[in-house]
């Protein structure tokens, strides 16, 4: 029996190594693949603030930043933390498809809606880390479609919480204001982000977080009211939902922490090139958020359907399925509004020097 284990942890520690050498044996597989430059060596408005190095190269071919996915840099943490969540969230899904009909139940496409938005913004994101560093232009389309995913997850998030979580007495204040809200917030959202980033020509960073936090938190605020009622009115009844219902607000709280201020980096200047961002860490506490709205959303799925089925009308989730593709479109036409302008400044700066 000893032996057996001991062979067994041998193969896993034979492994671990081979996963540690990956990136080695890529760069000696294909040695004309540059190494990190300076922040001075990129565009200032590619710099985050106290990170100094592990920046690549501009101008490079599609393949060498595709393969920088296995090689050491300051975003490979930002691109893998998503990838995997991506991964997991796929998982989950194919989980949820053996127990829920979404094909045949109306009531269900609420928790579709969020998981799917759930994989777009993850996708978008690991997107956007991966190959925005390849130019200018790149660098905004990327991003851009990042906050397109970003305002879609808002979306999945206000209709789940609206539908499974909201009470009688809540719904009957909002019916018909809600999910028109939460639209209007997700393309505000939306714009603000774009518009913080096209602000990086012309106005110092603190400009970009604040056109980028403020929209957002008035989303989420208005997104979650509903739970953010339930979880002030819980009493002591069962309620399987209640815990994950806390997760997701504790790691949001989370997320809003590292997102606006660089902590990490402001204490070791210098040593968060690599690992330790705070921007990491909001990926990090992003996706366990997400992880337990999704299963919070299937608990009250499962558990509460005698009052969603009483409070919203067979329709009433087509109908919200087809706002989630208005804002959708919406929101993709902001990001092309706001490219337009980019591409503008681009060629204009391109043309003065």
């Given amino acids: 029996m000893a032996t057996i284990v001991m062979e067994s942890i041998g193969r896993v520690f034979i492994s671990l190594q081979q996963i540690r050498g990956l990136p080695r044996m890529l760069t000696e597989a294909a040695p004309s693949m540059p190494g990190t430059v300076r922040d001075?060596?990129?565009p200032y408005y590619f710099r985050e603030r106290y990170v100094c190095g592990g920046y690549r190269p501009l101008h490079q071919n599609w393949r060498y930043?595709?393969?920088?996915?296995?090689q050491r840099h300051n975003e490979t943490v930002n691109v893998w933390t998503h990838l995997l969540a991506f991964l997991v969230i796929l998982v989950k899904l194919r989980q949820l498809a053996?127990?829920?009909?979404?094909?045949?139940?109306?009531?269900?496409?609420?928790?579709?809606?969020?998981?799917v938005s759930s994989l777009t913004y993850s996708a978008f994101s690991a997107a956007a880390h991966l190959l925005g560093g390849k130019s200018e232009l790149c660098h905004y389309v990327f991003y851009f479609l990042d906050y397109v995913g970003v305002a879609q997850y808002q979306y999945g998030s206000a209709v789940v919480h609206f539908y499974y979580a909201v009470d009688e007495g809540?719904?009957?204040?909002?019916?018909?204001?809600f999910m028109p809200a939460a639209a209007a917030l997700s393309c505000l959202s939306c714009l603000g982000c774009c518009y913080g980033k096209y602000c990086n020509h012309s106005l110092p960073p603190w400009v970009r977080k604040l056109?980028?936090?403020?929209?957002?938190?008035?989303?989420?605020?208005?997104?979650?009211?509903?739970?953010?009622?339930?979880?002030?009115?819980?009493?002591?009844a069962d309620d399987p939902a209640i815990a994950f219902h806390f997760g997701q607000f504790a790691f949001f709280l989370g997320c809003s922490?590292?997102?606006?201020?660089?902590?990490?980096?402001?204490?070791?200047?210098?040593?968060?090139?690599f690992?330790?961002?705070?921007?990491?860490?909001?990926h990090v506490f992003l996706s366990c958020c997400t992880l337990c709205q999704i299963h919070a959303s299937h608990l009250d799925y499962a558990a509460r359907r005698e009052l969603y089925s009483r409070l919203h009308g067979s329709g009433e989730a087509g109908?919200?399925?087809?706002?989630?593709?208005?804002t959708l479109a919406a929101c993709a036409l902001i990001a092309a509004v706001m490219l337009g302008r980019v591409k503008r400044v681009l060629d204009a700066d391109a043309k003065s020097k």
Avoid at 170 to 177: A, K, N, T
Avoid at 263 to 273: I, Q, V
């Fill in 275 to 282: 690992v330790g961002q705070s921007h990491q860490m909001f």
């Fill in 211 to 236: 056109c980028q936090v403020v929209p957002s938190a008035m989303a989420y605020a208005w997104d979650s009211s509903p739970v953010a009622k339930r979880l002030a009115s819980w009493g002591a």
């Fill in 65 to 70: 930043y595709f393969l920088s996915l296995f």
């Fill in 40 to 42: 001075a060596d990129v």
């Fill in 98 to 115: 053996e127990s829920v009909d979404f094909a045949g139940d109306p009531h269900s496409w609420p928790l579709l809606i969020l998981v």
């Fill in 170 to 177: 809540l719904h009957g204040h909002v019916r018909g204001v």
């Fill in 257 to 273: 922490v590292f997102f606006t201020f660089p902590l990490l980096e402001r204490c070791f200047p210098g040593r968060c090139n």
């Fill in 319 to 326: 109908a919200f399925a087809g706002l989630y593709a208005a």
